[in-house]
């Protein structure tokens, strides 16, 4: 995945975008489907998971609690 600005992005097909109102929603939905490709296929992919969000918003949880007076807060793997 090269990381640029979805503006600055064009789909790998090499497909002209439409030129209308909707052509950045519709640049970025195929830039979505792009990114997500290897995934369907079971390869890795730089697109974070809903694992990955899950994992995050256990970080957050636990600052929220230690900042709230529980103290260190210990997650588990």
């Known amino acids: 995945?090269?990381?640029?600005?979805?503006?600055?992005r064009m789909p790998a097909s090499g497909i002209?975008?439409?030129?209308?109102?909707s052509a950045s929603a519709i640049r970025a939905l195929a830039l979505m489907?792009?990114?997500w490709l290897p995934?369907?296929?079971g390869e890795p992919t730089a697109v974070p998971t809903l694992v990955d969000g899950h994992r995050v918003q256990r970080v957050v949880d636990a600052a929220h609690r230690s900042?709230?007076?529980e103290g260190w807060v210990t997650?588990?793997?």
Request: aromatic letters at 4%; charged letters at 30%; zero cysteines.
């Open 39 to 41: 995934a369907f296929e």
């Open 75 to 77: 997650l588990e793997t």
């Open 33 to 35: 489907l792009e990114d």
């Open 16 to 21: 002209a975008l439409p030129a209308r109102r």
């Open 1 to 8: 995945m090269i990381d640029l600005a979805p503006h600055e």
């Open 67 to 69: 900042s709230a007076g």
